[in-house]
């Protein structure tokens, strides 16, 4: 008995920490809303939760593409909120959000170094520039 339930206990750990999500054109509601720990996206590239994320500039004279939480939920941010995403922000969830009828999409919830939390539709925010992938010239002389 005791060796069944170490081996559902090991089992159960190696489900658990592994939850992967990748990049699919479609999503749909038998996805697992969050809990996901690893996101891969379109262009292959790897967020992961307690990873820092780096953040553009707006694509319009506000983020399109990145919502601030306030009382309501997430909300799309005024020009006067634009400086809260300044500094280091760290990745806190990877999660799928929407509804049927506007479709399913994969989200990071990221939060800053005041606790301000922020949500990310990753695979718009990416080409827009408003979160950035590619490390700049000296970045690369610094790593």
């Known amino acids: 008995m005791k060796k069944n339930v170490f081996l559902l206990l090991i089992l159960f750990g190696f489900s658990s920490f592994g939850q992967e999500l990748n990049f699919k054109e479609d999503f749909d509601k038998s996805y697992k809303r969050s809990?996901?720990?690893?996101?891969?996206?379109?262009?292959?590239i790897i967020f992961r939760v307690n990873d820092e994320i780096k953040i553009g500039a707006p694509s319009d004279l506000t983020f399109k593409y990145i919502f601030i939480f306030q009382s309501l939920g997430y909300l799309k941010m005024s020009v006067a909120e634009n400086r809260q995403?300044?500094?280091?922000?760290?990745?806190?969830?990877?999660?799928?959000?929407?509804?049927?009828?506007?479709?399913?999409?994969?989200?990071?919830?990221?939060?800053?170094?005041?606790g301000t939390f922020f949500s990310v539709e990753i695979e718009k925010a990416i080409p827009s520039g408003e979160i950035v992938t590619k490390l700049s010239e000296n970045e690369i002389l610094e790593a």
């Open 35 to 44: 809990d996901y720990k690893t996101y891969i996206s379109k262009d292959s």
């Open 85 to 114: 995403l300044d500094g280091k922000c760290k990745i806190i969830a990877i999660s799928i959000a929407g509804s049927k009828a506007k479709g399913f999409f994969p989200y990071i919830q990221i939060a800053n170094e005041s």
